[in-house]
């Protein structure tokens, strides 16, 4: 078992810059590869980013390519999602997810652990 809790959402302007984090305790963090989704208000959830064990493959979604950047500490058992430039549009819940194999993992169901998400609002 993986417990995954994000952290660092909040109410931001646009143009502005947020930094969430996703701490997890349980099994081996390094064992994990790790991803970022995100639900906006009447949409379905979405894949955002996601990083192999080491850090060193990553890979993001078109929509936030440049804007949003994706690491991790394996020694503080943590995954970080840099959010730059935010629109409104980016207005979500944002989930930390943890999955036990590496494919290039943009599908929900590549994954087998969740966080509870946290809210980032962009207002205009």
């Known amino acids: 078992q993986v417990q995954l809790v994000e952290s660092g959402g909040g109410l931001v302007q646009a143009g502005g810059s947020l930094r969430l984090s996703c701490a997890a305790s349980?099994?081996?963090?390094?064992?994990?590869?790790m991803g970022w989704f995100r639900q906006r208000p009447g949409k379905e959830r979405e894949f955002v980013a996601t990083?192999?064990?080491?850090?060193?493959?990553?890979y993001y979604a078109d929509s936030i390519k440049g804007r949003f950047t994706i690491s991790r500490d394996n020694a503080k058992n943590t995954v970080f999602l840099q959010m730059n430039s935010l629109k409104p549009e980016d207005t979500a819940v944002y989930y930390c997810?943890?999955?036990?194999?590496?494919?290039?993992?943009?599908?929900?169901?590549?994954?087998?652990?969740w966080g509870q998400g946290t809210q980032v609002t962009v207002s205009s």
């Open positions: 990083i192999n064990w080491s850090g060193s493959n990553t």
């Open positions: 997810a943890a999955s036990g194999r590496w494919s290039w993992n943009t599908q929900s169901d590549d994954y087998d652990y």
């Open positions: 349980g099994r081996t963090f390094s064992m994990y590869a």
